[in-house]
């Protein structure tokens, strides 16, 4: 029995007063804040570190449409318009597998904080919340601790975008949180200097890596049409790593896949660990995987400076500013998304949007080669049990493949979307976010250029 305090009860100033708060910053709740704002509601966006764009910018996850191939029939709305912005403010590279732009976390920092500003949603940074503030079944704020001390915002709707669906759950929303032997795993991602990309891309040129040498390393089936396409995948110098004692013989979580070579000799988003066995909601787990992963990252920079030409002068540049997390809790939604309906190409009369037929994980990578794609109900934003009260991003309801697919950046910023405009909706018409008329949601979504059907 884990032993407990009591904390006294006490009255906590409030911070300020909003229609909308979304909490967590990421593809979701960026494009959450963005469309409620842009529907007219009053929106305040906070996350708990210093910038705006979760994974993007905290981890170092650049490829946000490496999916897009010619004959991809894409999303519109949000996610695109983020990596628009971003080439735009000169924070993209070509990405290179696929027909889109790696964005630069950094600069994509910029990129969030204009959009914040030009929409007028009220930023807040360096604010954690704490404690969702719930009375009859209804949503109507939280609780955040931070420099300020604990403090309190009111709001007429929230978002929960964290990812981990804290605030549903502490809300009493039922949620599941995989369990950790399950997960898609962790990553501690990082990047390296001193790189002679001309002589790395001729040797990956020649080796040509696929997407079918994913199967021998994580395990991944592809559909069979992936087989043959390039994938900026390295596993060999891994290989002869530990075949030299440089790498323990029983470590195989050493391998991945490589994103931006930057004139300046930069290798960005090394994606090369992955960690299974934690569950991202639990506090020493975390602790242990960010401690491991830097030191796995350590290993695999003295791999590549050994075995991958190129890298011999290479050092280590940045490490995320958190560890990545691919999944943790999920919401138990009015509707639950399947594998059926995700390879499927299932239809929805409550839909949000579309996304292309992609997964990446549990066993599965599909690419959307073909242009099919499935359509994304509202339902699955929608938790039980608590009104006002929307999810975004990774969080929202589903089975483990449909998971796969909808952790994708771009369908996050879909559901952020969606839900924000939702939230925008429900205020405007007098109603809750449970009851709210999903065909004027439809219509609103619309006009901000988001493809439905
Ligand atoms: C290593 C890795 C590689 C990936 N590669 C790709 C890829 O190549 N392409 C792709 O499309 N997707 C990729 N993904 C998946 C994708 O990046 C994520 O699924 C996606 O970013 C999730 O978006 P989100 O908005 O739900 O949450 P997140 O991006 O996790 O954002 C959550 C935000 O909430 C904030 N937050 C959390 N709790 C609180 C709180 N209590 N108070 C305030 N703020 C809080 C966090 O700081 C963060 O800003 C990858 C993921 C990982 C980890």
């Known amino acids: ?225 992936e087989d043959e396409l390039f994938s900026p995948y390295l596993r060999e110098p891994f290989e002869e790593a530990r075949r030299a004692g440089i790498i323990p013989e029983d470590m195989d979580s050493i391998g991945g896949t490589w994103g931006r070579i930057t004139p300046a000799g930069e290798m960005t988003y090394l994606n090369m660990i992955l960690l299974k066995g934690y569950d991202c909601t639990d506090v020493r787990d975390l602790t242990r995987a960010e401690i491991e992963g830097r030191r796995q990252a350590l290993l695999a920079i003295e791999a590549l400076r050994r075995f991958a030409p190129g890298f011999e002068d290479a050092r280590l540049r940045t490490f995320g500013m958190t560890l990545g997390t691919r999944d943790s809790r999920k919401i138990v939604g009015r509707c639950e998304l399947t594998a059926g309906d995700v390879l499927g190409e299932a239809r929805f009369p409550d839909s949000i949007g579309i996304f292309p037929e992609f997964i990446d994980g549990y066993g599965h990578l599909v690419l959307p080669t073909t242009g099919r794609y499935f359509q994304v109900p509202f339902g699955i934003l929608v938790p039980r049990g608590v009104d006002d009260l929307l999810v975004a991003g990774r969080c929202v309801a589903g089975d483990r493949v449909s998971h796969a697919a909808v952790r994708s950046q771009v369908c996050c910023a879909l559901t952020g979307q969606a839900a924000g405009v939702a939230a925008a909706v429900s205020l405007r018409d007098g109603t809750t976010t449970g009851r709210v008329d999903v065909t004027r949601v439809q219509a609103a979504l619309k006009r901000q250029g988001v493809r439905l059907f």
């Open 1 to 225: 029995m884990p032993r407990h305090v009591t904390e006294e009860s006490r009255t906590t100033p409030v911070l300020l007063e909003t229609d909308v708060l979304v909490v967590g910053s990421g593809p979701g709740g960026l494009a959450a804040a963005v469309g409620a704002a842009r529907e007219g509601a009053q929106t305040t966006l906070l996350d708990r570190y210093g910038c705006f764009g979760g994974v993007i910018t905290q981890v170092g996850v650049e490829s946000v449409a490496w999916y897009r191939r010619e004959g991809t029939i894409d999303s519109e709305g949000l996610g695109r318009e983020f990596e628009q912005r971003a080439k735009a403010m000169g924070g993209t590279q070509p990405e290179s597998q696929s027909l889109s732009e790696a964005l630069d976390p950094e600069m994509f920092k910029c990129v969030a904080d204009e959009l914040v500003r030009e929409a007028g949603v009220e930023p807040l940074l360096h604010c954690p919340a704490v404690t969702p503030i719930v009375s009859d079944g209804r949503i109507g704020g939280v609780i955040t601790e931070s420099k300020s001390g604990r403090q309190a915002i009111l709001a007429r709707r929230v978002i929960d975008a964290t990812g981990d669906a804290d605030i549903a759950d502490r809300a009493g929303a039922p949620c599941h949180v995989t369990p950790s032997s399950e997960t898609l795993g962790v990553t501690v991602v990082f990047s390296c200097s001193g790189i002679d990309g001309r002589r790395f891309l001729q040797h990956a040129a020649e080796r040509r890596p696929t997407y079918r040498d994913w199967d021998q390393a994580w395990e991944m089936e592809t559909a069979g049409k």
